[in-house]
């Protein structure tokens, strides 16, 4: 079964700093997606970044990256200049595979970026 | 440009009681979905739909049931609340296999 893991619960970052969130994946499938998504404390879900198991670049979007590393199953979200406004918790997911359409979620890392 | 409609955004039911929680999208997605929050754990998957007349479970599906009449609505039924069902729901669409999902804005559910 697809496992996600995200090992730092929380994170306090000076503004402007970059920030690098870990997510590692277990899975045995040959195709899957992985995508971060924020949360803010309004609790909508907002879609950041989206990496296919196949792609050979990592993903970017504005400032946000995704530094993928298929062979250590890793898909670290790297936010460049980090403001005030990206204070939120961010979730690591998968596609579930085995059949199933839909994600797995990571248990998220709460950011909170300082003045 | 509405996106996914979640109603109501918050309820309060008593151990028993039933509901349904509605779910409608404007985009024309095939593709529909119900996760639960809860603190710590992420987000869980509890039923899909890939088009109309086709639902299955995710991974938490017990105590919730799906249908799908049309592209556009979802709506989860809650036969017999209980308060393990106390949560936050979320509904969520998207357009293909590796499509990212549109969320909802979430029901917040207290069952006591």
């Known amino acids: 079964a697809q496992k996600i893991t995200q090992t730092q619960p929380g994170m306090f970052v000076q503004e402007k700093e970059a920030v690098t969130l870990d997510c590692t994946y277990d899975?045995?499938?040959?195709?899957?997606?992985l995508f971060w998504y924020k949360q803010p404390s309004s609790g909508e879900m907002i879609f950041l970044i989206y990496?296919?198991?196949?792609?050979?670049q990592n993903a970017t979007e504005g400032r946000y990256s995704l530094n993928f590393q298929k062979a250590r199953k890793s898909a670290n979200l790297v936010i460049s200049a980090s403001q005030l406004g990206d204070s939120a918790m961010y979730f690591c997911?998968?596609?579930?595979?085995?059949?199933?359409?839909?994600?797995?979620f990571g248990k998220g890392t709460h950011l909170i970026i300082q003045p | 440009n509405a996106g996914v409609t979640q109603t109501p955004k918050f309820q309060v039911l008593k151990t028993g009681q039933s509901m349904t929680l509605q779910c409608a999208q404007d985009?024309?997605?095939?593709?529909m979905s119900w996760y639960r929050q809860d603190p710590g754990m992420g987000l869980r998957l509890i039923h899909y739909?890939?088009?109309?007349?086709?639902?299955d479970q995710g991974e938490v599906p017990n105590g919730y049931n799906v249908s799908r009449s049309t592209t556009e609505d979802f709506p989860l039924r809650l036969l017999s609340a209980a308060p393990s069902q106390t949560s936050v729901y979320f509904c969520?669409?998207?357009?293909?296999?590796?499509?990212?999902?549109?969320f909802g804005n979430g029901t917040r559910l207290t069952v006591t």
């Open positions: 739909s890939v088009g109309a007349g086709i639902t």
């Open positions: 899975t045995s499938d040959q195709s899957y997606g």
């Open positions: 969520a669409s998207k357009r293909g296999y590796n499509s990212p999902l549109h």
């Open positions: 990496q296919g198991s196949y792609d050979e």
């Open positions: 997911a998968m596609t579930l595979g085995g059949g199933a359409d839909g994600l797995t």
């Open positions: 985009m024309n997605h095939e593709y």
